[in-house]
């Protein structure tokens, strides 16, 4: 049984693709870059600085939210988008992903994974039915089926032992999510590592059981870049041209731009907000380390053409006074920038392909990353 | 030589005061609280924050300042106000008061003191001469006499030659200060410990030297309310009536009431921003600990009634998960909470002075605090 779709294709320049998600707490332009709020919150920015950087949809973290305070809780609080205050939509992930990663005593079985919490050593069990049910209750826009990703390089028969497990979990997904509001979505994600062949597999098995969209996981986890865009290019011809595309985890601001040429939709990535803690600031001369003593006396901003007032109006000499001196508001300031540049940077490509000029603006844009920063003085 | 009075006292009820003081780079209401920017930053806020929330003053710390980014640097950026992008007037301490706590291998001599930075180790000579330099070069709109602080409780002997010492430096900074613009403020520091006969020789000392202000130093240091009060009723009488009085690192809520009700006209402090970090709210109930369970599903707001956004619009339940999880949200929040809360108070103490009903709102004001929050549900 087909799903609906909440998606609408606006234009299309090559592979490049630009739509509309509509969710029960708003419409998400795409391509989309989702900012990432792990535990309820996006790490040194007011929930507004969020809107105001241009993002439509924001992500929570499945695996953190269950933990702590707890999906039941939070249902009784009225929801994620109510008890954060975010109030726009947002796409909820699995949990799976942080299972692998953080999780302790960890077993994956035919049935579900169990892991002990990282918080508190309580024993849990996560069964795709439960990963739903988790969504659910968190109230999310957009739930992800509970999948197995494999870190590379790994071994062909882990990756392909995984890839149909996370078929397997697809279906039971896809039947959890029967009798969910009409306006909710469920993603399935498409597996199948380095290995082409597995994730045409992946692809077509998920797209023969429906999602409302499609996700390709398990990349971003090692691999160089050539891969990842090649995985892209064997996915996306078997994913129907209709249904929005996500790719999971992605990335630097070059990945997102070619990712977009190869026909996805949406992406996360916590990359902006940790670099920013970091002294690192994406802009359109490529990124720029803060820290860096050339900054230490120069008073001019980090880019006076942004429309985002922090990269405009304060000095690189204070940015990287901040940074050097440990003060959380230089992470609040270049986190709020980075968040900013990406919106700056998928409205451009929305733009662009909308107008049907995406491919010089994709030219264009790599030549001012490749440039590089203006000069010292 | 008399200095130039850039304060204009508007009111008095009993010994509280509200008047308005001039500076270069604004007007401050007072009584007024100085948020603390220690590092040229205010932790966990934007300037635009502190602004809103009603602070006319912030205090930068000098000690922090020379070390990193140092006062040269400053100045040829242009000052501290134009450094850091507040705009407004701007307080210095005169940087011995953490030479005293921070620094290593620290040594008073008549001349000055001299000490290792606590970042590099870098031997530093801090005379009061140079303490009037660096502030220059900060661009303070107030700058503040080099002094030693005793920790209390000290032995008599030692508070007393800490005093004359200090009473010698602020003729020296005063000698120093000649030539600085005439919008420019120097404020004595009355010290003396906890001894009534010293704060007494200390308060003369000062006026008899003249300057625009006169602030009580080596109070909060650890001895009880009651001694610092006492402290104030010895030192006020003895400072001139139409000069500015501040009450250096004060303090609680409780204590900037008492402070006004005995003539104190100017505060700083951590407190409100520290606190935040540590998942404490200020608020008209008291002091709130949001790391309590009682709140964690509680879907009312900290005080409805507050005009601070993130005080009425956010949950119970989401602040005690925000901090309980180590989310910088959550003292991003709390701080800026705290510092609206220290600010409604000064401006409704400036109200109450004015409008001649103090005593009745200093006894409303502590009903309230000790009536406590409002009951768990």
């Keep these: 049984m087909s799903l609906a779709n909440h998606f609408e294709l606006l234009g299309r320049d090559g ?3 630009t739509g509309l998600l ?15 709020g792990t535990q309820g919150a996006m790490k040194g920015l007011q929930w507004q600085d969020v809107r105001d950087a241009g993002a439509d949809i924001v992500l929570g973290n499945t695996y953190h939210l269950m933990l702590r305070p707890g999906a039941e809780r939070i249902h009784e609080l009225g929801g994620l988008q109510k008890f954060t205050r975010w109030g726009g939509p947002m796409l909820t992930d699995s949990g799976g992903f942080q299972v692998m990663s953080l999780a302790q005593l960890r077993k994956v079985k035919e ?40 870190r590379l390089p790994a071994e062909r028969g882990d990756i392909e032992r995984a890839m149909q497990l996370s078929l397997r979990w697809a279906e039971r997904s896809r ?15 498409v597996q199948g590592g380095d290995i082409p062949e597995l994730r045409r597999t992946s692809a077509c098995g998920l797209t023969g059981i429906g999602f409302h969209g499609y996700a390709i996981g ?3 986890v090692g691999e160089p870049q050539a891969t990842m865009l090649a995985m892209i290019e064997e ?11 996500y790719l999971m985890g992605v990335g630097t601001p070059h990945d997102l731009l070619e990712a977009v040429a190869r026909g996805i939709d949406m992406f996360d990535c916590v990359m902006p907000t ?20 050339r900054h230490a006396d120069d008073p001019r901003p980090l880019d006076e053409e942004s429309s985002w007032p922090a990269a405009r109006d304060y000095s690189r000499a204070y940015l990287h ?12 300031l270049l986190s709020g920038i980075n968040i900013a540049y990406y919106q700056s940077l998928m409205q451009a490509m929305r733009s662009a392909i909308a107008g049907g000029v995406f491919q010089e603006f994709r030219e264009r844009t790599r030549e001012g990353w490749a440039r590089g920063d203006i000069a010292s003085r």
């Design 15 to 17: 592979d490049a693709r």
């Design 22 to 36: 509509t969710t029960a707490h708003g419409t998400v332009r795409t391509p989309a870059f989702m900012p990432v």
């Design 111 to 150: 049935q579900g994974v169990t892991f002990r919490s990282h918080i508190d050593g309580t024993a849990i069990e996560l069964t795709p039915e439960r990963a739903i049910e988790v969504q659910r209750l968190l109230g999310s826009d957009i739930a992800m089926q509970l999948d197995e990703c494999v």
């Design 175 to 189: 039947r959890a999510f029967e009798g969910a509001p009409a306006a909710n979505m469920l993603f399935g994600i």
């Design 218 to 220: 398990g990349l971003a």
């Design 235 to 245: 996915a996306a011809p078997w994913l129907p041209m209709e249904r929005p595309r």
């Design 274 to 293: 940790r670099n920013g803690r970091h002294g690192m600031a994406f802009t359109r001369f490529g990124q720029i380390n803060l820290r860096n003593a």
């Design 321 to 332: 006074h901040l940074v050097r001196s440990g003060e959380t508001l230089g992470a609040m």
